[in-house]
Structure formats: C-alpha cells, structure tokens
C-alpha cells in the first residue's frame, strides 16, 4: 500500500463548479498535510496546510482533515481554467522528522 | 510565502561530465533544504535532506558519492550531478523549510533545474 494515496485523473471540472480533491494516507499517527499545486513544468507551489480535524478555508481553497478515516481533502469553489494543475497530496508522516511524502498527484482539467 | 531560488533554470551537458545545481534562500534563513528529482509525469521523490554544517542524509538508493551536497550556509545548498549521464536527466527542484513560530514547518520549492544529459 502507497503511503499517500491520490486518484491520478484527469478530473475534468467545469468552470465555476467546485472541484474537489481527495487524498488518503496510510500512517495514522501523520501530523502534517499539504496540498500543493504545479503547473506543466513547473515547480510546486504550497496551497495551504492543515494539522487539525476540521475544515480550513483560504480564499476559494478549503483544505479538510479526517484523522479518524485518514483522508484529506481539497475543494476549490468558482473553479477557474487558471486552477488546470496537477494537484500534490504532500504529508508529514514521522513526527519531528521534516520529510514530506508525496502523493503522485491528481491532475485537475478545468472546462471553460 | 518563502522565496527560493535555483540556478540554473536549465542545462544541457555531455555524458560524464559534472553540473552543480545551487538553491538559495532569498528572505528567510533554511537550516534544512531538501532536493527532489521529477521524471516526466512521475511525482516527487525526495533525494536527501540536507542540513547547514552537517553532512546530508541521503535516500535509499541514492548514491551519496553521485549527488554530492553541500549546505555551507543557511540560505545555500548545492547539488552536484557527478559524471552524469543521460539516465540522470530530469527535473531537480529544492524545496527550504521554513519553520513555523505558531504552526507547522512548511517547505516552499524553488523552481526548479531541468537537467539533460546527451
């Protein structure tokens, strides 16, 4: 089993629509989560993080945590052609160790 | 966010020969930098983890006397592609981590090397 699991795509997303983006992970005692966004060629760009349960919101993004189920999720509302990426799932798996694993990403098409 | 930068941007070498990759902290001091290599359509993999003044530590199946890196200061570390050949061409991005005062450690990429090797 991968330790970070996401659905590769493409998701394809009308514009406006909310998209929605998912990740699971297998080690239950991961502290830290990360979504991050790279363009074709381009490098990753951080989105936002989460470490607590719950929903957090930045902008049109809201990053949500479920420890219990080990999955976490990112939304995009008023989808843009702009937000056409791939997505990056990125966790901290051991705690006090800096490593990110990353998720091998879900590529994310949005329709004009 | 954290400003990182890389140089070059990308380059093109014969078989054999060696290419230094230099990552750099623009705003903020990194004690710990990290280098990753993307092939096409792959995700990230982390290479090493390398930290200011300390030897840096390495991935499994990563050979250490291939990659050298060097973090002689807290905004610079390099990487050294030794006698690459074109098995080694593919993108090499450094990422800095930026400690968090009242949350979590973050990692900001830079942009990225694209290394080809004829």
């Known amino acids: 089993q991968k330790e970070v699991e996401q659905n590769s795509g493409p998701l394809s997303v009308p514009e406006g629509a909310i998209a929605s983006l998912n990740c699971t992970y297998s080690?239950?005692?991961?502290?830290?989560f990360f979504w991050y966004r790279q363009y074709s060629g381009k490098s990753p760009e951080l989105i936002m993080f989460?470490?607590?349960?719950g929903d957090k919101e930045d902008g049109r993004f809201t990053a949500q945590l479920n420890k219990a189920s080990q999955y976490v999720s990112l939304l995009i509302r008023d989808s843009q052609p702009s937000d056409s990426a791939t997505y990056l799932c990125?966790?901290?798996?051991?705690?006090?160790?800096?490593?990110?694993?990353f998720g091998t990403g879900t590529r994310l098409t949005i329709i004009p | 966010g954290a400003v990182v930068s890389q140089h070059p941007s990308r380059v093109i070498c014969k078989s054999g020969t060696s290419v230094k990759i230099e990552c750099r902290s623009l705003?903020?001091?990194?004690?710990?930098m990290f280098w990753y290599r993307q092939f096409p359509k792959q995700s990230l993999m982390l290479m090493a983890t390398?930290?200011?003044?300390?030897?840096?530590?390495?991935e499994q199946g990563v050979e250490k006397d291939k990659f050298l890196i060097n973090h002689a200061s807290l905004t610079l570390s390099t990487l050294t592609v030794t006698s690459a050949h074109p098995e080694d061409s593919s993108f090499y991005i450094c990422?800095?981590?930026?400690?968090?005062?009242?949350?979590?450690?973050?990692?900001?990429f830079g942009p990225g090397t694209r290394l080809t090797v004829l």
């Open positions: 990422s800095a981590r930026v400690q968090g005062r009242t949350s979590t450690d973050t990692q900001y």
């Open positions: 705003d903020f001091q990194a004690t710990t």
């Open positions: 080690d239950r005692g991961s502290q830290s």
């Open positions: 989460i470490y607590s349960n």
């Open positions: 990125a966790v901290n798996i051991n705690f006090g160790n800096e490593k990110l694993t």
């Open positions: 390398s930290n200011e003044g300390s030897k840096a530590t390495y």
